[in-house]
């Protein structure tokens, strides 16, 4: 893992890691789009239903209305066009339930689907790439500082691998103490590319 680490600049990986999330993002919620149209196609029935039933009520109000002009018996005769028209608009009702069902279904399937891929990205990767940026920032700020490239050295000197070390010179430790400049150079340098920065000056 290590030499990978090292054949993989930390620009590079830092790149690959922003794609890599960018296209889980993307796909977390086209999924979640999926599903939510998936779903709602559950309310197909209601809007049969609800059609039907306010086109059966029109139909039965209206026949009311024309029995309900028959002289004599009009008003007893409108009484059962009444009721049914009354049923069919129940019937209707349902139908709307139905869909505002499913469309509460649908909404709450999608947000728990997106909780957990959006939870990681905000809570898992975000944290970890602002910190890269802040630190990345002040190695950058502190490179352009006059006495930048010494305390660069210095924490190259204590925090990179003792292999990369001994690359830089034989005894890296009394270079650094004699200000080698090369050797401060290189140090900085290789601080710089660990947190993705050009180093050199």
């Known amino acids: ?63 009311g209305g024309k029995v309900g002009r028959v002289p004599l018996v009009g008003d007893e005769l409108t009484a059962p066009f009444t009721r049914a028209a009354e049923a069919a608009r129940s019937v209707a009702e349902a139908g709307q339930d139905q869909q505002d069902l499913v469309g509460q279904l649908a909404l709450a399937l999608t947000v728990a689907v997106l909780i957990f891929p959006l939870g990681l990205v905000l809570f898992g990767w975000l944290p970890l790439r602002l910190r890269w940026m ?10 352009a500082a006059p006495a930048g490239r010494d305390l660069l050295a210095l924490r190259a000197l204590t925090g990179q691998p003792l292999g990369r070390l001994a690359r830089i010179a034989p005894d890296v430790a009394e270079a650094w103490r004699r200000g080698d400049d090369a050797t401060l150079d290189a140090l900085a340098a290789l601080e710089l590319r660990r947190l993705g920065l050009k180093g050199g000056r």
């Open 1 to 63: 893992m290590k030499i990978y680490a090292d054949r993989f600049p930390t620009a590079a990986r830092q790149l690959l890691t922003d794609l890599l999330v960018v296209a889980w993002v993307y796909a977390a919620v086209r999924f979640a789009l999926w599903l939510h149209d998936l779903v709602e196609k559950l309310a197909v029935p209601g809007q049969k239903l609800e059609g039907a039933g306010t086109g059966l009520a029109d139909n039965l109000a209206d026949a």
């Open 134 to 143: 802040r630190r990345a920032g002040a190695a950058k700020s502190l490179a």
